[in-house]
């Protein structure tokens, strides 16, 4: 009964340990790679927003129509 009880004591650590050491690992690697991706994503949706608002201006003022909000 005790030997039981160390075993499953000592596969209950070994598997927290795993989990710790997984979480760890991809938290630092989630922050290097994906951050510079969204960075990057962030910049092209913002510069093609800013693109599509100028057009739909321009064609606002050639039209004589009211811009939207």
Same mark, same amino acid.
């Given at each position: 009964? !005790? ?9 209950v ?6 989990v710790v050491?997984?979480? !760890? #690992?991809? #938290? ?5 790679d ?5 960075? !990057? ?5 913002? %510069?093609? %927003?800013?693109?599509? !608002? ?5 064609l606002?003022?050639? %039209? ?6």
């Open positions: 009964m !005790r030997s039981m009880l160390v075993s499953l004591a000592v596969i650590v070994v598997v927290l340990a795993l050491f997984v979480t !760890r #690992r991809d #938290r630092t690697r989630r922050q290097s994906e951050d510079s991706a969204a960075v !990057r994503q962030a910049g092209a949706d913002r %510069h093609r %927003h800013d693109a599509q !608002r100028q057009v739909a201006s321009g606002a003022e050639r %039209h004589g129509n009211p811009p939207t909000t």
